[in-house]
Structure formats: structure tokens, C-alpha cells
């Protein structure tokens, strides 16, 4: 049985299909569309998974949630020794902070900026709070990426993946020239031809 990925159009889905196509990995994508009012998931999401959240790896049918477990199975599984520091090394350890930085402290802010500027002048006494944390992770970001343009090591990682979405946001949101290594980060992610081949199969993007 191949491996499934239940993908949602215009969401950070996005990394494990590229993910798919740089480890040439064959699989059957299942492309869901958000809601053109609410840009909600549809609720053929909850017949996958209770939560009707995307991505969702299917393996053997065997559901894989949250985008760090399936990276991390994916450069496991089908990295080839690449992908992933060697194990027991700082960098291992370090590879599992930034894992985790992405979908933890990175994301709240972003989500918590997409959410009160929902709200109009009723969040704004919020936006100081996010604006500041934002600033704060953005700039981190782009402190600790290396001179070789990678996050760990001179070469891509799972970490690299999983960090490109909010390095996206960031840009997304006009901080390229504040954060330039961000901004040729970025370039560099969507410059290469997995990257191209996952938006061309998964539809529009909100970071291009």
C-alpha cells in the first residue's frame, strides 16, 4: 500500500509534500479544498481524523499526525542516512529543539496574529504583546541560521523543512529585508525543484 498524504490546500501541509518529493518517496496525494468563505478545512478532513486537521501521513493505514512526527518518520525511514544528524551528537540534539521550536514557540505568535487581526480595532490591545514576539522568534531565526543557508549542519535537514513555513510568514509578511537571511533562506527553499514540484501538485500557496 503506498503512503497516503492527506493534504490541505494553502497550508503547512505544504513542507511534508515537499518533503515527499525531495526523498522520492512514492506516494498518492489527496488534495483537500479549504472553505472559499471561512478558509476552513472541509469536513472530509474528520472522516481521516477526528480533528479534521491537515497534514496526515498514511502509512499501511497507519494515521501519522502533527507535520515534526511526520517529518521526522519520513527522514527516518526514507532519508537515506541524510536529513538527520547523526544520532547522538549535539546536533542530533539540537535538530530536536528546532523540530519542536517550529510548531511550539515559533507558531503562537504567528497564529495569535492571524487570529486578533481578525478582530480589527478589538485586538489591538494584543498587538504590541504579538508584534514583539514575533519580532523575537523572526530575529532568532535568522540569527541561528548558518552561513551555509541551513538551520543544522552545511546540508538540508528535517529541521530545515520544518522551519521553512514560519521563515515563509515572515517574509510573507514583508520582514525579508529586516531579516535577509530569512529572505535567502526562503529563496533558496523555493528555488529547488522538489519545492516547485510539491506547489505544482498541491495548488496555490500563500507564501508565493
Known amino acids: ?3 497516503v498524504l492527506h493534504h490541505l490546500n494553502n497550508s503547512r501541509s505544504q513542507r511534508i509534500l515537499w518533503l515527499l518529493e525531495e526523498l522520492s518517496v512514492p506516494y498518492e496525494l489527496r488534495v483537500y479544498q479549504r ?85 480589527g480595532d478589538a485586538g489591538a490591545p494584543l498587538r504590541p504583546r504579538i508584534d514583539d514576539q514575533l519580532a523575537a522568534f523572526f530575529g532568532y531565526l535568522d540569527a541561528i541560521l548558518r552561513s551555509s543557508g541551513h538551520f543544522i549542519g552545511d546540508c538540508w535537514s528535517g529541521a ?33 525543484p522538489a519545492w516547485q514540484a510539491a506547489r505544482a501538485k498541491g495548488g496555490p500557496y500563500f507564501s508565493m
Open 1 to 3: 500500500m503506498p503512503i
Open 35 to 119: 472553505d472559499a468563505v471561512t478558509n476552513l478545512a472541509p469536513p472530509e478532513l474528520k472522516a481521516v481524523h477526528p480533528l479534521g486537521k491537515s497534514p496526515l501521513l498514511e502509512v499501511d493505514g497507519r494515521i501519522i499526525e502533527e507535520s515534526g512526527a511526520i517529518v521526522q518518520y519520513l527522514c527516518e525511514t526514507h532519508g537515506a542516512g541524510a536529513w538527520l544528524p547523526e544520532a547522538g551528537t549535539d546536533d542530533a540534539l539540537r535538530h530536536l529543539e528546532l523540530m519542536h521550536f517550529a510548531e511550539g514557540s515559533a507558531m503562537t505568535p504567528i497564529l495569535l496574529n492571524l487570529y486578533v487581526s481578525a478582530l
Open 160 to 192: 530545515d523543512v520544518m522551519l521553512s513555513f514560519p521563515a515563509e510568514v515572515a517574509v510573507m509578511q514583508g520582514m525579508g529585508e529586516k531579516y535577509p537571511k530569512l529572505a535567502a533562506f526562503v529563496a533558496a527553499v523555493h528555488a529547488r
